[in-house]
């Protein structure tokens, strides 16, 4: 998936909708990072809504999103998964640009974040909010100093021994990761000084996570390599 302009401004209001049909099998992905600017007031709003059909299966592997300093940004995520779909979704965010020297000092990023079963019932729900400058991002129980965080979430028949198995897996330097297990789901969260490192936990995890989850080997997007 490309957005032409490449980011999202102040005032912008972009809309993503996609429908998995029964029994199909979809992968998104982007071609690079996705973009939040920063804003002298206006807001800028993203809503994603992901439908997947009875037995279908989505995967929704977008790299990184980067929330510069000052953007005033909205994300709001709604999954509606049927009967026995199978779902792999993940969301990286970095907080200001740390390789370039640049920390999220000015702005407020919202996130909200709605999986349901059939009929509407709640799976996982989530809201977040994090200010520029907040003390939550440098305390120990907020962000600890780390400006990447992501989570990883898959949705279908996972055994504990796949679990162990991505609890087992090597975390590259600087990264912290936390598996969770809920009813019919799994949750990966992690934070990482740099976007890169945490990255590729996540596609590690991913390839270990596809062959059960998906039945499908766990071979990489081609355009993640361009």
Known sequence: MLHPPGGIAGGDRLAIEVEVAAGAHA???????????GSIGPRAQQSLRLAVAAGAALEWLPQETIVFDGALA??????????????????????????????FERGDWRQAL??????????????????????????PVGLAGLPVLGTLLAAGEIDADTLARLR???????????????????????LAPQAEPLREAFAAAWQALRPQLLGRPPITP????T
Request: hydrophobic letters at 40%.
């Open 168 to 190: 087992a897996l090597p975390r590259p330097d600087g990264v912290t990761l936390g598996w969770t297990r809920l009813d019919g789901l799994v949750c990966l969260r992690g």
């Open 114 to 139: 709605r999986i349901t079963r059939p009929g509407g019932a709640p799976l996982f729900v989530e809201r977040g909010r994090l200010r520029g400058g907040d003390p939550l991002l440098a305390s």
């Open 74 to 103: 909205d994300s709001t995520v709604e999954i509606e998964l049927a009967e026995g779909a199978r779902l792999a979704w993940w969301e990286l965010v970095c907080l200001g640009r740390p390789a370039a020297g640049e920390r």
């Open 222 to 225: 081609r355009i993640w390599r």
């Open 27 to 37: 992968l998104l992905t982007t071609p690079g990072a996705a973009k939040w600017y």
